[in-house]
């Protein structure tokens, strides 16, 4: 487990010095282990920038940015998922710093639209949207404040969390919900009187030199954006890339690898971008990256080590050194952005495919090879764990498992009731039934269980929600055919044999 306090008391002097530039075979070395793990894991594009010496040191593109072989460059955007939320974490910082929000305030002074089923809405504060310890409910709903697939506003996704009850008091526990980084992109609007992309556009990305970073789609796709790839059954298909306005400020927003490079850049100056132009204050980059009281764990990319979320940032992570980070994952683009304060140096890898399937063991094999590269930087073990092919394959092959029990199940019922076959196993049989039932109530309540719901399962996953429906569908065929064979009772059991080795054959009572 890293040394957190470490962390926290060297933040604050991350424009003390300036780190060293990695060697050239070290930067190669990088390039070269994310090509390899690229290959291995069919992503088709992915793009590199390393930060040391207040400036990007060295970026690079990889594959193809789309069907006609256009090649992808550090100046390529792409759509960054949840690497928007430190973006959206210093545009209130900067509106902090200019005395337009108090991070102690009630959210509901910015965003009166937050109903929940009691006052806790009235209890949460910026700071605790900013932390993710609003105690707001992560499975409210399966639409757009989750991963859902509606293209709404906002507004809309906010809506959605109204009459819920909340998971947790205001400030109790950390629990990782998008919908905090929604309402704080409504902060920043309803404080600075401007929209949150045109507030982002101007006040961040224009006087960092941004050029390629976007809040909106149209412009981003004249820039060149990357087209983005999510995997079915363990193919990659080309999407969108998926662009979700009413999530923007949680996970939408586009940049390139050089870009975020200059963003991460400022963050090690201590606020200041490389023109000299302060762009927050810093005492706000401290505040930003000071970790939060409550802890949490990173995913299977980092094997699931120990961190704290800070207000955009996780503080912490699986090397041996300390790091401030997030990742970032849509349903067909993966990103992470990774701060190292003692080296002053930061690490920003953009990919254009995703694999988050919701199923145990996920390895999460595009955000682990994006770590690999920190690896290489780090002088730390290449763990590259299992590809997404490879895992790809082996649940493809329990889905098949589980479809080809399902069905054998209900072709043996089809044959017995169309044969009035007597139960060879009778209590066996009732006993059966039930669990067929239970198991097609256990695949309806998955997605549900995971977070997602049927709706956003079927726009993320839709090969898993593809292969659920239809299992479950046969399984309660086979169950609805048992029902209808036990229905007609042992006297229907007695059609004459159909061979003489049937008629020799003992009659066994149902």
Known sequence: MLALSVLASCVPAVAAAQGPVPDAATLRAMDRVLEERMEANGAPSAALAVVADGRVVHARGFGDADARGRATTPDTPFVIGSATKPITALAVMQLVDAGKVDLDDPVRRYVPELRLADDAADRITVRHVLQHTSGLPSNASGGPVLKGVSDGTAFDAIAELEGADPAAAPGTEMEYVNANYVIAGLVVQRASGELYGRYVERHIFRPLRMTRSFAALAPARRAGLATGHRYVFGLTDATGPTFRPGLL?????????RDLGRFVAMLLADGVGASGERIVSARGVRALMAPGAHGTQLGPWADGVDSRYAMGWFVGGPWDEPAVLHPGDTVDSSSLVVLLPRRRTAVVTLVGASQELPVPGNPAAITRLQRNAVDVLLGAPVDTGTSARRFALVVDLVLLLLLAAAATALARAVVDLRRRRAARHPGRALVALPLRFVGVALILAYPPLTGLGWGAMRGWHPDLAAALALIALVLFAAAAVRVAWLARGPQAQTAPPTSEREAARPVVAA
């Open 249 to 257: 400020a949680a996970g939408y927003l586009m940049s390139s690898a």
